[in-house]
Nanobody
Framework: QVQLVESGGGLVQTGGSLRLSCAAS????????MGWFRQAPGKEREFIAA????????SYADSVKGRFTISRDNAKNTVYLQMNSLKPEDTAVYYC????????????????WGQGTQVTVSS
């Protein structure tokens, strides 16, 4: 069974850090761009960050640029999201997703999704 499993979420204070992991299983995703999205209560899911298949290219939403870093370890079939300087508005369920393509494209390219991990930032 092909799946993505996120971990690393939790409760953190404003200004704190968390590192999310997304472990892929069932097949390798080393040829796919990967991304992170989030959805806060009452809001639509939004793009956060993406990384190309080799990790040479990355893309970030303006709201997290300079605070979040996406990375990947293809040998471990895992993608990471390092989140620093967290704010209450970062509170959301964070989802990992695999793109159909190797390069970073548009949100609709992401076709396989994990179940999400909750991140809560207290003020």
């Amino acid at each position: 069974q092909v799946q993505l499993v996120e971990s690393g979420g939790g409760l953190v204070q404003t200004g704190g850090s968390l590192r999310l992991s997304c472990a892929a299983s069932g097949r390798t995703f080393s040829s796919n761009a990967m991304g992170w999205f989030r959805q806060a209560p009452g809001k639509e899911r939004e793009f956060i960050a993406a990384i190309s298949w080799r990790g040479y290219s990355t893309s970030y939403a303006d709201s997290v640029k300079g605070r979040f870093t996406i990375s990947r370890d293809n040998a471990k079939n895992t993608v990471y999201l390092q989140m620093n300087s967290l704010k209450p508005e970062d509170t959301a369920v964070y989802y990992c997703a695999a793109s159909t393509f190797a390069a970073i494209g548009v949100s609709s390219d992401f076709s396989l999704w994990g179940q999400g991990t909750q991140v809560t930032v207290s003020s």
